[in-house]
């Protein structure tokens, strides 16, 4: 398995010297995230539990006053990216750089005094891995600007920040989750979310004082959710709940799905709106079971849980792909405890709940299970629940 430690890549602060010259004011940091579960659930105000990874977006940052905004990535080829802060607009293109560009339009559609930035950026989160990559990349931005401008903005404010960025600016119709989680997940734990009012609580996630381990798996294979499929199942989730006469799906209770499932097919509604409502509905609900094991003590018992947002995932949403597939079948036959997918779908990463005695084996199964396939070798790593953002110096 990949060593859980981050690996820290190139040095933010010394590629903004030989970017830009001089010293950066801060260097700042943001992680990517996996979700234990909890997954479409967010932008219909539910409720989701992902826990930070040690993997991070890194930024080091100078505030500009001529209206300047030029962006860098080390992991990206081509050149700096110069823009002007007063002509940035939303759809315009940009590429990665978009997202942090993004951050700045909102923070000034917001009314913030954003009079531009040199900022040099590197990642460690896999990219297109269903980790919140483009998360990282808002968050770690929004919280440099917000202090070296002194806005006084919370980790929820700048949560809500990078989800307009990349609502409105990139174009993605994400929920709220992977920002917040981003933003105020805190180290040792998994962060309880409830979406609608962006109440918060710290959840104790110790897995090693229970003998166990969560596994990330990333399948190497990438997603683009803006390519229409996400935005098809938020459409949908919409339609149920205007079908059902309800704001939206988080105000229909696990109890009464039966009866508006009834309802929606009564009404004419297209089998994949009642697929959708089917999944969001018992997602919420395997939310709430996971919190209660894990309150209980009893993470083992979350397992079984994985297997059935799982299966959700796959049948009713229909986001995952064969890839995914495979890594939980493996998975689960090397004898781990659950596994799910985790993230928007299509490709991206599962996560896999293991003995931690057995967690190499789990590890190696997925591994041998991919190469008799033919695919990619997978990248398999420890997820460790992390920081969220901060200020390194």
């Not at 993997?55 to 100078?62: G, K, N, P, Q």
């Not at 990330?216 to 079908?243: F, I, S």
């Not at 083992?300 to 059935?308: N, Q, Y």
Request: charged residues 20%.
């Amino acid at each position: 398995m990949t060593a859980t430690a981050e690996q820290t890549g190139p040095d933010p602060a010394t590629a903004f010297t030989e970017l830009y010259g001089g010293e950066p004011h801060g260097v700042w940091a943001a992680p990517g995230r996996v979700n234990l579960i909890g997954e479409y659930t967010d932008f219909n105000d539910g409720f989701v539990l992902p826990l930070a990874l040690p993997h991070t977006a890194r930024a080091a940052v100078s505030p500009r006053t001529d209206g300047v905004l030029r962006l860098h990535s080390s992991d990206v080829p081509g050149g700096t990216v110069s823009l002007r802060v007063d002509a940035l607009a939303p759809r315009s293109g940009h590429g990665w750089a978009a997202y942090p560009a993004g951050v700045v339009w909102a923070l000034r559609e917001a009314g913030h005094p954003v009079t531009g930035a040199d900022i040099a950026l590197t990642s460690t989160v896999p990219t297109g891995a269903g980790l919140s990559s483009s998360a990282a990349l808002e968050t770690v931005t929004a919280l440099a600007l917000n202090d070296l401008f002194q806005l006084g903005l919370t980790g929820p404010e700048l949560a809500v920040i990078g989800r307009r960025a990349e609502n409105a600016f990139v174009g993605v119709p994400c929920g709220i989750m992977d920002q917040m989680a981003s933003a105020c997940c805190t180290e040792g734990h998994a962060l309880h979310l409830d979406t609608r009012d962006l109440t918060l609580r710290q959840v104790p996630f110790d897995l090693a004082a229970q003998g166990l381990t969560l596994l990330a798996v990333d399948t190497r294979v990438k997603h683009a959710l803006g390519d229409g499929a996400y935005a098809e199942r938020r459409a949908g989730c919409e339609e149920g709940a205007r079908l059902l006469g309800i704001p939206t799906l988080r105000d229909l209770p696990y109890e009464d799905l039966g009866a508006a499932l009834t309802t929606l097919a009564d009404a004419g509604a297209d089998e994949s709106v009642i697929r959708y409502v089917r999944h969001v509905v018992g997602d919420n609900r395997r939310v709430e079971q996971v919190i209660a094991l894990l309150d209980a003590g009893d993470a083992r018992g979350a397992g079984p849980v994985l297997d059935e947002g799982h299966r959700s995932l796959r049948d009713d949403l229909r986001v995952s792909c064969p890839e995914l597939d495979l890594a939980v079948a493996a998975a689960r036959g090397a004898g781990a405890l659950g596994a799910r997918m985790t993230g928007g779908g299509f490709g991206g990463s599962a996560v896999v709940l293991a003995e931690a005695a057995g967690a190499d084996a789990v590890a190696e199964a997925v591994t041998k299970a991919f190469a008799g396939a033919g695919h990619a070798a997978p990248g398999i790593f420890t997820a460790v629940p992390s920081a969220g953002a901060r200020r390194l110096r």
